[in-house]
């Protein structure tokens, strides 16, 4: 039987990972003769393998190595055969927009996504190979660490899989997670960054030197967290408002953070007047930021006396998060305490 | 908008993974059932590196068909310079790469190369490349039987 396998999709997943300074490299292995073939790749698009896809299977690799230092990776790989069960995963998260650099997936640690593995070629019966039977379906984590950013798939699925199942039906499997299931950051479950990768493997009889047929990963950003310093709770401003300063932590890839201003005490949801030309944050990036600044000179968002909320805001693809807040008064009014007293002549 | 996630809220949406909830057959016994992961790997371990002293590329190990005496520097040596595709390496080293394709069953030592292109490849001062439509391929040698000898 002679077929053709489109690698188009196995591509152009990690398409951007491979680009300027980069070289790619697709290498097929066939699993029964041994014969390796380094196909012509171009950085994008998609190319047909002109190898037979013998009867026991093709390992199809996709690397990239920086031209100027050799560094290699091994950025995605799948097993192909004309008998072997095949299998898609496809995650979904609340975030339409993707990492610019890599091209990645990304969702929020405290938010929902969605995997969905879909499986066919499995045959039912007695006395069938358990390899013709069943599939297992793999999660393995990888947090960053320190200023770590980046971990390749074949990093991150070498080791033992936080969770793993069977699957022994055709059909699609879906999963739905409440929130990331990555290590907890001093203490702080939302604070959680790294990637989970989910991996569909065939089962081997030791033929094979790699049994992955599908796989997918999502990258995964802390919540952010922030806060508003040099003004309390009850303060009263009364000429000059005080210099703040605003912490804005782990603030998320594509996100716009923001100072709010209404009168009156705290009450969420509340749309104020934001702080334009105080230091707002639109971040659009392939990772997440911290960074403090001062804010000064912003009494013209106060403009009469009265009680004032001040919101340190972020809004994402998920939601907007009030960060912190803080309400104090403004009384500029000038109490002249004076007394007139009048000397009677002598 | 909403005020950030409390620990008590994140220990909520973490309780159970769905992993649970996938029905499960008889599961197979660990010897049933292996699986192969990727683990440390080296594409470059695993090629052949042909240089021009400024540029390299690699190709799989088995796919350079022969190497003159003359040309043995060029072949092997450790990478330096930057790194091509063999596209681009080839484009500019056509002076002394001459490439042999082949097909899958030739690659697959299952069917001889034509009869007479071992010797071609030896009275050449080019580096000889296998390639399988353009991509370099490994080769599995196969050495033609020599015919039975009969004792008359």
């Given at each position: 039987m002679k077929s053709y396998l489109l690698l188009g999709a196995f591509l152009c997943s990690h398409a951007?990972?491979?680009?300027?300074?980069f070289a790619n490299f697709v290498r097929q292995t066939q699993?029964?003769?041994?014969v390796v073939w380094s196909m012509p790749v171009t950085p994008t698009g998609s190319s047909a393998s002109q190898l037979l896809l013998e009867e026991g299977g093709s390992l199809f690799q996709l690397w990239t190595i920086e031209?100027?230092?050799?560094?290699?990776?091994?950025l995605d790989q799948k097993l192909v055969g004309a008998y072997l069960p095949k299998a898609d995963v496809v995650i979904t998260t609340v975030?339409?927009?993707?990492?610019?650099?890599?091209?990645a997936l990304r969702t929020r640690a405290d938010k929902p996504f969605t995997v969905k593995a879909t499986v066919s070629g499995l045959l039912s019966g007695i006395n069938l190979p358990v390899a013709a039977t069943q599939v297992l379906f793999e999660q393995h984590l990888a947090s960053f660490s320190g200023t770590t950013t980046s971990i390749t798939p074949a990093q991150a699925t070498s080791?033992?899989?936080k969770n793993s199942s069977y699957i022994a039906a055709n059909g699609v499997t879906t999963l739905d997670f409440g929130a990331t299931a990555l290590p907890a950051v001093n203490g702080a479950a939302a604070k959680a960054k790294g990637q989970e990768h989910f991996v569909v493997h065939a089962l081997s009889?030791?033929?094979?030197s790699q049994t992955q047929i599908a796989s997918g990963y999502v990258q995964v950003w802390p919540a952010a967290t922030g806060s508003i310093e040099g003004i309390a709770n009850g303060d009263r401003v009364r000429l000059k408002a005080p210099t703040l300063t605003i912490i804005r932590n782990d603030?998320?890839?594509s996100s716009y953070t923001y100072l709010q201003v209404y009168e009156g005490t705290p009450k969420l949801g509340t749309k104020g007047i934001p702080?334009?030309?105080?230091?707002p944050l639109v971040w659009t990036s392939s990772v997440s930021k911290s960074d403090v600044v001062t804010v000064s000179d912003y009494d013209k968002y106060l403009p009469k006396d009265g009680i004032y909320t001040l919101e340190l805001v972020t809004e994402t693809p998920f939601d907007s998060v009030r960060l912190d807040y803080v309400t104090f008064s403004v009384d500029r009014t000038l109490d002249v305490r004076a007394q007139i007293t009048g000397l009677d002549g002598e | 908008m909403a005020d950030p996630v409390t620990p008590e809220e994140m220990a909520a949406r973490q309780?159970?993974?769905?992993?649970?909830?996938?029905p499960q057959q008889q599961v197979p016994t660990a010897a049933d059932a292996k699986v192969e992961r990727p683990g440390e790997q080296s594409l470059i371990k695993q090629s052949d590196i042909l240089h021009d002293g400024s540029n390299w590329t690699i190709v799989p190990?088995?796919?350079?068909?022969h190497v003159p005496a003359q040309m043995s520097?060029?072949?092997?040596?450790k990478p330096l310079g930057t790194l091509l595709s063999w596209n681009d390496f080839l484009t500019a080293n056509r002076a002394w790469i001459l490439t042999e394709e082949v097909s899958f069953d030739q690659a697959a030592g299952k069917k001889p190369l034509p009869e007479g292109r071992k010797e071609f490849w030896t009275i050449q001062t080019k580096v000889i490349v296998a390639t399988h439509q353009g991509g370099p391929i490994s080769v599995r040698i196969i050495e033609p039987t020599p015919p039975a000898v009969t004792q008359k």
């Open positions: 951007h990972a491979a680009g300027e300074g699993q029964g003769t041994g031209q100027a230092t050799a560094k290699e990776y091994l975030d339409p927009t993707r990492d610019p650099e890599t091209g080791g033992t899989p009889d030791g033929s094979f603030v998320y890839p702080l334009s030309d105080k230091a | 309780k159970a993974t769905p992993f649970a909830a996938i190990k088995g796919a350079v068909l520097p060029r072949v092997g040596a």
